[in-house]
């Protein structure tokens, strides 16, 4: 079956870096775009970025846009968010996501989710 599994978050002062990654098996990886999205606290899932098949295609939140990075590996059946110039804001659960088929920013287009991973970013 499916499975995403996220690593990589923690605890992290503002201004720092951190890099989130996403494992996945259970479908022809390179077959499929994939996003992040996050969840902080009291608020709803939030679109942050996505990426291609092919990684030629990537969308960013606006309010990430020049901070993260999404990349990917399909050797590896790896999805990365390299996330720079962190804030206390981007403090939240990053979830990976398996799209239904193509590049898109609404969570409805995601059919399959990890479990999430932690970022706190520290003031």
């Known amino acids: 079956q499916v499975q995403l599994v996220e690593s990589g978050g923690g605890l992290v002062q503002a201004g720092g870096s951190l890099r989130v990654v996403c494992a996945a098996s259970?479908?022809?990886?390179?077959?499929?775009?994939m996003g992040w999205f996050r969840q902080a606290p009291g608020k709803e899932r939030e679109f942050v970025a996505a990426?291609?098949?092919?990684?030629?295609?990537?969308y960013y939140a606006d309010a990430v846009k020049g901070r993260f990075t999404i990349s990917r590996d399909n050797a590896k059946r790896t999805v990365y968010l390299q996330m720079n110039s962190l804030k206390p804001e981007d403090t939240a659960i990053y979830y990976c996501?398996?799209?239904?088929?193509?590049?898109?920013?609404?969570?409805?287009?995601?059919?399959?989710w990890g479990q999430g991973t932690q970022v706190t970013v520290s003031s």
């Open positions: 990426i291609s098949w092919n990684g030629a295609g990537t």
């Open positions: 259970g479908f022809t990886f390179s077959n499929y775009a």
């Open positions: 996501a398996r799209a239904r088929t193509v590049l898109a920013r609404a969570s409805s287009e995601y059919v399959h």
